[in-house]
Each structure stands twice: as C-alpha cells, then as structure tokens.
C-alpha cells in the first residue's frame, strides 16, 4: 500500500494527496491482498489433491462395463468409454499436471537465474554469450519445437515432459532477471561492497540476489504456468504419456467424446487447467504489485485541495 | 517494463496452446454440393490437412483416387474375396520358364484421357520404367526386361519366379503413358499435376480444400461409370467428419465413429448404411522371441490364456474389431485356405489354466504376487506408439487381466519413429502393431513369419520383427513360391504346414481383426459392395480398390 504524505509547495502550505510509491516491498501488505488469497487457496487446494489425492482414489486406470455413464453417486464424474471413472482419472491427472509444473517452474528459475542474474553481474564476454544463447532461445518457437524434441526422444513420463519443456521455458525469465541485475549491479551499495573487498560470489548471493527474491518469485509462477500449458498441449496432441489434464483431453478428444455428448469427460480437466492458471496468474499479478508499485491499485486518496 | 514482457510471454504461450489444440475444432468441409444432378459425389478418405496436387502413381504421398480410379493396374485383385480376379487393362496371362517369365494379353481399344490409343508399349515402357527407376521399384519387382512383342501383348522376364507376386506386377503397377512419361526426367519427385490416365474419371477441378474427379466419357468398359463424379472433401479433425457424414453431406467415407448407431445411422437410418471391412489387418502382440522369456511357449501361451478378447474389443476397440483366429488369417476372406480343423477354433480365455502352465513351466508365485522361475519375475513392458489411444486402452485392459494371473505387465509409449527403429533392431520385451499383408495369402506368412524377412537381434528386421525362425514354415513358404497361382490345392497343403506350425507354437499373440469401418449413403448412390455382394474392398483410400468401387457406382432412385 503506498502512503500519503504531505508535502509542502513553495508557499510553505501543506498539500495532501501526493502518492509516494514505497521503495521496500511490503510483504505484509500483500498478505491482505484478496487476489493472493485467492490465487494460493485455489492453487493450494490442487497441489494437496495432487499429493493425497490418488492415495484416496482408487486405480484410476481400471477399466469395466460401466462405458460413457454420466455422472452420478457411483461414478462422480461419469466414466469414459473403457469404463474408467473420470474422477479418480482427474485426481491421478492432477498430480501429473501439477508435477510437471513444479518440475518446470524449479529448472526453468533455477536456468534462468544462474545465466540471467551470473551474465548480468559479470558482464563482458560471458555477458554477451549467455544473453546470446537466451535470445536465441526466445526467438525459437517454443510449442513446435518442444513437439519435435518429444517426438524424438523416446522415454515418457512426468519427469521427461517436465525436462523438455524446461528446454524452451527459461529464457524469458533470464532476459528479465539480466536487466534487473545489471540496474542493481551498478548501485551504490553493490559499489560500496565492491571496494570494501567483497568477493563477486558474495555480493550476487547476499547483495544482488535478496533484491531480485520477487522477481524470481514471479518468474517462478509464471514459468508453473507455462509448464502446465505447454504439457498440456503436447499431451493433447498425444505426447505427453505422463498422466495428465492434457492426455484426458487427448483421451477423450480420439474417443470422440464431444460428438457422443459426453461433457463430464473433458468439462473437469479443461476447468482443472483454467483454474490452476487462474489461481497461479492472481498470485503473479499481486507479486507483481508488490513490484511494481505503479500496479498496485491503492484506495484513491480524496482530492481535499482546492483542484 | 517485466510486467508486460511476463503478460505476453503468457498470452503468446495460451494462444500457441489453442492453435496446437485448436486446429482439430476448425474443420474445413469445402462447398458441399449434391446437386440437382446428384451424381458427383462426396467422400472423405481422411484428408486432414489442405490437399497438396500429386498425382504421381508411383508416389506414396499421391492424393487419394490417383491409384485405381485415375489410373488402371492390369488386373484387379479383389481385397474383400480371396481368388477373385478381374481383368482390367490385360485380358489375360500366362507364366512361363517357372515363373522368371509373364505374358499380358493387352485390351483393345483402350485410350489414354487426352484421346491418344493405348497400347502394348505403354505398359512395357511403364515396368521399363520402374527397373530403370529404383525410386519407383517400391515392392521390389526383378524386372529384367519388358517388351511389347505386339501392340496387345507384353512379356516381362524377371531374374527369378515371381508366382507369389502376381498381385503385385499385374494389381498394384499403375500404368503410365509413355507419350508423358518418357519425358520426365525424374519420375519419383514428380507431381504429375495435369494427370492422363486410362481410368474411369479424370481430374475436374484442383483446389487446397477439395478437388473433384469427372466421368471420362472415352472410357473402355462400356457403360460405365455412371455417377457423374466424385469430390473429395478434407476435415480438420474426426468431430467434423463426422458431423458432416451425420449431416448428409458425405456419400462415401473411411471414419472411425464411436457408437456409430448413435452418432451416424440413427440420424437418418433409411439411409445411413455401414461397411466394417475387418479383412486388412490383424492386431497383434508380439513377443521378441529371442529374449527370455517369449522363447518359452508355455510363457506366450499362458499369456493368451489369460487375455480377456471379447473385453478388450468392446472396451479398447468401441466392438467393432472381430475375433482373430489362431492361423493368423482375417476370416472370413481367406477361410479357404484355413486348415479346416483350425478355421473355428478360438484363442481360449481361461485364466486358471494360464496359470496351471505356467507352474507346469516350472514358474513358482513370488510373495508380490507375480510368477518367476530361477531368480527372474515374469514381468515385460510393451512397446506402443504414443498417442495410439485404442492400444494404450488395450494394454491398460489386458495389463489388468494379466496382473490377476501373477504376470506384470508394464507399457512404454515411445515415438513413432523410435517405435520404428526398435521394432526393426529387435529392441523390445513385446511390441503391439498391426500385422498385414500385400494382399496374398503367402505375403501374410512370408511377411510376419520367414525368417529370410527377420534379422538378428541390433539389424534392421524388414518385416518379421518378433525374430520368428522355423525350417517347416520356410520350406512351406519357399514351395508356394515355386508353385503357379493356380495350383490352389498346392498351395493351400503348404498354408495347412505353416498354420500347423503357428496354431502349435503361437509365437505372436493375436488380439483382433482390427476394424475400418466404412460409411455410405444411399441417398445418393447405388450398388456400393455389401457383405454379400463384395466385388471390392470399400476402403476409400488410394490403392487398387477404390477405382472398382467408383465406377461400378450408380445414381441411387
């Protein structure tokens, strides 16, 4: 929340309403923010399905006579055309997905902060050559070649996706975390501790580095995000194997679920995948806030003065 | 400025996701018309993507219909009856000097589509072309020499016999003219986009989302065809083929539809008619047999024994696939050449006695449940290609059935190409595929079971892939090819040899006759094949069926 202060103009009378943006975040503050409520209970909620979930359901591949049944108390959400119940195929997908997200969101951060925020400090030769491989890797179209590189790779399963995608994921974030680091890199106080004699690794770990900690954060959501998606996707368009939304959806897309009528098969992962993205884009957006001040959106101070 | 970098990153990522996703929800069906005349009609042969002109017959990317209705083979060898051959642009043949020599009566009055006469040399000049051509030689044909002795008759010398491929010089070689042909220079790229043929139709109209076949009025069987023309239609994704089927605005298709009497007959059950043409491929799993422990007979056996067909058809396969007999021969099209004793008998389902021979094989349950012998568990993982959603539910079904007799059972989904390379190296516990054959009783044998067609484990197998060996089946196989196609008696004793091999070792594990089913509508066409009345494989797909199908079509009412 920024503050109002009073200031006084050349007449020496106080004006109120000016807004000074903060320059420290203001991590209480945000835990009042509704958007981060809501992002982390929607997302919280999912990431406990995903760990407990398919220790409560039973197996979510077993098949039987039950074929295409719409939701009722036996089957929650109906079953699929091998007579697999939707609900315990959602449960099991959900860790899958979520998985593949973390997994992404870890390796894409951590890629992207040590060629990022090592590039940006260091400057020079390695500067440029780390910026270059990043740039090359942004300019590539990701989805594609992400379709080419599973097709070639022969091992299926969560963790191979999530490496993968990881490929493509990182070098927005490092573009990012570089600009930042070479504004912070050229502040007083990273000189200060420069010519008291501090070693390089030591200023980018404690004085860089707890300065970038938002940013990252963000990065971090928003690379999960894209992890999701992008798994969902090559699932969809039948490489993904790892047990996710997207292979319900690629499940139910080749069984022709949509023209037999048979909404509770794909409605609950396509929601799944909506909400999970909603969830974790409320909790970039009040990271971002915390930011980037001119984002925030503060209780409009009443103009008192004379306009 | 991050914020907005973030937000486009994420926006530019959701819309990549609904293009990738997107594309199978945008179909493109074309200007539909049955017209007033009603005689061009509409099919689907799976096109899903914009139609590129090729109409090189010698291509496999050749649009479908080149093949058969643009151009003609000699004769038609008749997919949906065994033994049923028709005579097209030959009238007859003879073998000679043991089957290294052919010779084709040529049909008279035959013209090429821009009015020129066909002849004789047209077809020497076509498997001149072919042998001079490795590119074009795709089944492989000795050709030495062909040579029009007369403008009605040819004769092909080829380096060694060829009794077991008559199907394939005389129904798959397309004949080209040699006034077009013998001026290009090089005749596997090219794409032939003004094609002359002798076939029934010729192309009308070219366009990347439909193009239309006509009528050729020079046509030779007199008579025919008489529907005025065929449009073929392209659909982005299997929803909207289906729509448009049930809609009425395809005549004939080549889709898959779950519950087809829901989605398709029930819409207009007067007209919307059915086909499953269950004869092209049957679906198997097979083991590695030189891996431990598939070169074990009671190991294959037991898990046969324990595989639940019937479920696994009406679950994995929506019911249409058909029971798959033992002699690994789609019944009842080569029923024939069955060994009678083995022409009903079934791959049994009996869970117990899968596991009474596997104890009897000295295999012994462990404490989780799965059998092992001397150390080793009875447990293998099956290759299948990802996003082949039937087999992976296929597997998941017979994964359980086979967990409830104490074998475990895990399933690997690789790349097509990795599937491709693996199957061919050997590198696999048990792949599931398809097999198939090139039309003949001997190609569905020599294909899956002759080991000069397997290699050793790491080399490159070209068909035989389970690495199946046995000295009976190859000598059966090396005297069918010694004997004249009409010799049946013969060459169904050496059939009865291979099948008694095949029945007692089952070295593959056959699952199904796997199901094409085909669409049609009566509304606008007439004397489409039945079941009973089969004068041709319905498949709408390039190859030599669909031309006998086309023009032996009539304007319905």
């Known amino acids: 929340m920024a503050t109002v202060e009073t200031q006084r103009d050349v007449t020496g009378d106080v004006v109120p309403g000016v807004v000074v943006p903060d320059r420290r975040p203001r991590w209480r503050g945000l835990l009042r923010s509704r958007k981060l409520a809501s992002g982390?209970?929607?997302?919280?909620?999912?990431?406990?399905?995903?760990?407990?979930?398919?220790?409560?359901?039973?197996?979510?591949?077993?098949?039987?006579?039950?074929?295409?049944?719409?939701?009722?108390?036996?089957?929650?959400?109906?079953?699929?055309?091998?007579?697999?119940?939707?609900?315990?195929?959602?449960?099991?997908?959900?860790?899958?997905s979520m998985l593949v997200g973390l997994v992404v969101g870890l390796l894409a951060t951590v890629v992207s902060v040590l060629v990022g925020v090592l590039g940006g400090y260091a400057g020079g030769h390695a500067d440029e050559s780390l910026s270059l491989v990043s740039n090359v890797f942004l300019v590539l179209p990701g989805l594609p070649l992400v379709v080419l590189i599973t097709d070639y790779v022969q091992t299926r399963g969560a963790l191979a996706i999530a490496l993968i995608v990881s490929i493509t994921a990182w070098a927005g974030s490092a573009r990012v975390l570089r600009a930042q680091t070479l504004s912070l890199r050229s502040r007083d106080y990273v000189d200060a501790a420069r010519v008291s004699g501090e070693p390089g690794w030591r200023i980018v770990t404690f004085e860089i580095l707890p300065n970038l900690l938002p940013l990252i954060a963000a990065q971090f959501v928003f690379a999960v995000v894209g992890g999701i998606l992008t798994e969902a996707a090559l699932a969809f368009l039948g490489l993904g194997g790892s047990g996710s939304w997207g292979t319900m959806l690629y499940f139910a897309q080749n069984s022709q679920a949509l023209s037999q009528g048979a909404w509770w098969w794909f409605v609950p992962p396509g929601l799944c995948i909506a909400l999970v993205g909603a969830g974790l884009a409320l909790i970039n957006f009040s990271l971002d806030e915390l930011i980037n001040p001119r984002l925030r959106v503060p209780r409009r101070p009443r103009r008192t003065g004379p306009a | 400025?991050?914020?907005?970098?973030?937000?486009?990153?994420?926006?530019?990522?959701?819309?990549?996701?609904?293009?990738?996703?997107?594309?199978?929800?945008?179909?493109?069906?074309?200007?539909?018309?049955?017209?007033?005349?009603?005689?061009?009609?509409?099919?689907?042969?799976?096109?899903?993507?914009?139609?590129?002109?090729?109409?090189?017959?010698?291509?496999?990317?050749?649009?479908?219909?080149?093949?058969?209705?643009?151009?003609?083979?000699?004769?038609?060898?008749?997919?949906?009856?065994?033994?049923?051959?028709?005579?097209?642009?030959?009238?007859?043949?003879?073998?000679?000097?043991?089957?290294r020599r052919l010779n084709f009566t040529i049909r008279e009055g035959v013209k090429w589509s821009d009015g020129k006469p066909f002849s004789a040399e047209d077809v020497a000049f076509t498997f001149t072309l072919i042998k001079d051509n490795p590119k074009l030689n795709q089944n492989g044909l000795p050709i030495v020499e062909a040579v029009a002795t007369d403008p009605t008759h040819v004769t092909l010398t080829f380096s060694q016999g060829v009794y077991t491929r008559l199907n394939l010089i005389a129904g798959r070689t397309w004949i080209v003219p040699k006034h077009i042909w013998s001026t290009i220079a090089?005749?596997?790229?090219?794409?032939?986009?003004?094609?002359?043929?002798?076939?029934?139709?010729?192309?009308?109209?070219?366009?990347?989302?439909?193009?239309?076949?006509?009528?050729?009025?020079?046509?030779?069987?007199?008579?025919?065809?008489?529907?005025?023309?065929?449009?073929?239609?392209?659909?982005?994704?299997?929803?909207?083929?289906?729509?448009?089927?049930?809609?009425?605005?395809?005549?004939?298709?080549?889709?898959?539809?779950?519950?087809?009497?829901?989605?398709?007959?029930?819409?207009?059950?007067?007209?919307?008619?059915?086909?499953?043409?269950?004869?092209?491929?049957?679906?198997?799993?097979?083991?590695?047999?030189?891996?431990?422990?598939?070169?074990?007979?009671?190991?294959?056996?037991?898990?046969?024994?324990?595989?639940?067909?019937?479920?696994?058809?009406?679950?994995?396969?929506?019911?249409?696939?058909?029971?798959?007999?033992?002699?690994?021969?789609?019944?009842p099209l080569w029923d024939d050449y069955i060994k009678p004793e083995y022409k009903d008998r079934k791959l049994e389902f009996d869970p117990a006695r899968a596991e009474q021979t596997l104890q009897a094989d000295g295999w012994a349950k462990g404490a989780d449940g799965v059998?092992?012998?001397?150390?080793?568990?009875?447990?293998?993982?099956?290759?299948?290609?990802?996003?082949?959603?039937?087999?992976?539910?296929?597997?998941?079904?017979?994964?359980?059935?086979?967990?409830?007799?104490?074998?475990?059972?895990?399933?690997?989904?690789?790349?097509?190409?990795?599937f491709s390379t693996d199957q061919q190296t050997g590198d696999f516990d048990v792949i599931i595929t398809n097999l198939y054959s090139e039309g003949t009783a001997y190609s569905w044998y020599s294909r899956a079971f002759a080991s000069k067609t397997t290699a050793p484990l790491g080399q490159q197998a070209g068909s035989n892939y389970g690495r199946f060996r046995n000295a009976a089946v190859d000598a059966a196989l090396l005297a069918m090819e010694n004997t004249p196609p009409d010799q049946r008696d013969a060459i169904r004793e050496h059939l009865f040899k291979i099948q008694d091999v095949i029945v007692e070792e089952l070295p593959y594990i056959p699952i199904q006759q796997s199901s094409s089913l085909i669409e049609y509508r009566t509304e606008n066409i007439g004397n489409f094949p039945t079941e009973q009345n089969h004068y041709a494989l319905t498949t709408p797909y390039n190859g030599p069926d669909m031309g006998i199908v086309a023009k032996n079509l009539t304007p319905a009412g």
């Open chain 2, 371 to 418: 059998y092992a012998k001397a150390g080793r568990r009875l447990s293998f993982t099956v290759k299948v290609v990802q996003g082949y959603n039937d087999y992976i539910s296929a597997l998941q079904i017979m994964g359980q059935s086979l967990k409830s007799v104490g074998i475990e059972m895990k399933t690997q989904e690789v790349s097509f190409t990795a």
């Open chain 1, 40 to 96: 982390l209970a929607i997302v919280g909620f999912f990431a406990v399905v995903a760990v407990l979930g398919p220790l409560l359901v039973g197996d979510p591949n077993l098949v039987s006579d039950d074929r295409l049944l719409a939701p009722s108390a036996e089957h929650l959400l109906g079953t699929t055309t091998t007579g697999q119940d939707v609900f315990r195929q959602l449960v099991a997908a959900t860790r899958g």
């Open chain 2, 1 to 99: 400025m991050r914020p907005t970098l973030a937000r486009r990153l994420l926006a530019a990522l959701a819309t990549a996701t609904l293009v990738a996703g997107g594309t199978a929800g945008c179909g493109d069906d074309g200007d539909r018309s049955t017209d007033a005349e009603g005689k061009i009609i509409n099919v689907f042969s799976g096109a899903n993507a914009g139609f590129v002109p090729n109409f090189n017959p010698f291509s496999q990317n050749s649009v479908a219909g080149t093949m058969s209705v643009l151009y003609e083979a000699l004769l038609y060898f008749n997919g949906a009856r065994a033994d049923d051959v028709q005579p097209q642009l030959a009238t007859g043949y003879e073998f000679a000097d043991n089957g």
């Open chain 2, 186 to 331: 090089d005749p596997s790229a090219y794409t032939n986009e003004k094609p002359v043929g002798t076939g029934a139709f010729t192309v009308a109209s070219f366009s990347q989302q439909n193009y239309v076949f006509e009528r050729n009025p020079n046509y030779w069987e007199s008579g025919k065809p008489k529907i005025r023309g065929m449009r073929f239609h392209q659909f982005a994704s299997a929803d909207s083929a289906i729509a448009a089927l049930a809609a009425g605005q395809l005549d004939w298709a080549g889709s898959f539809i779950a519950d087809i009497d829901k989605q398709y007959v029930s819409k207009d059950p007067e007209h919307n008619k059915y086909l499953n043409e269950s004869q092209l491929y049957l679906t198997n799993l097979i083991p590695n047999l030189d891996r431990a422990p598939f070169d074990s007979g009671a190991v294959r056996r037991a898990i046969s024994l324990a595989l639940d067909r019937d479920q696994i058809i009406r679950l994995a396969f929506s019911g249409y696939g058909k029971e798959a007999s033992p002699a690994q021969l789609p019944r």
